[in-house]
Nanobody, 115 residues
Framework: QVQLVESGGGEVQAGGSLGLSCAASGRNLIIRTMGWYRQAPGKQRELVAT???????NYADSVKGRFTISRDNAKNTVYLQMNSLKPEDIAVYYCNAQTIFREYWGQGTQVTVSS
């Protein structure tokens, strides 16, 4: 089936930057929308940012001006550049991909921000 593999998670100092990458693998994939969601300890999963195949983006208010989402359609890969990281950004970040058939999720990558 389809697999989403995230990479780039880790630990950074508050105010630092981190870049996430997610590659979708599978045959003849047509992915309409890709995005990032996150789940902080004790909280529900929330949208971080999404991007369509046409390049339209959507960001959560909490990350606007700090995070940038981009994608490489040919590689079915989505990226999330995170700048000015805050302790509030600590969470497991999940990659998401939407096709005409169904929705897929990655297993998540941990982002930790040290105060």
């Amino acid at each position: 089936q389809v697999q989403l593999v995230e990479s780039g998670g880790g630990e950074v100092q508050a105010g630092g930057s981190l870049g996430l990458s997610c590659a979708a693998s599978g045959r003849n994939l047509i992915i309409r929308t890709m995005g990032w969601y996150r789940q902080a300890p004790g909280k529900q999963r929330e949208l971080v940012a999404t991007i369509t195949s046409g390049g339209s983006t959507n960001y959560a208010d909490s990350v606007k001006g700090r995070f940038t989402i981009s994608r490489d359609n040919a590689k079915n890969t989505v990226y999330l550049q995170m700048n000015s990281l805050k302790p509030e950004d600590i969470a497991v970040y999940y990659c998401n991909a939407q096709t005409i058939f169904r929705e897929y999720w990655g297993q998540g990558t941990q982002v930790t921000v040290s105060s």
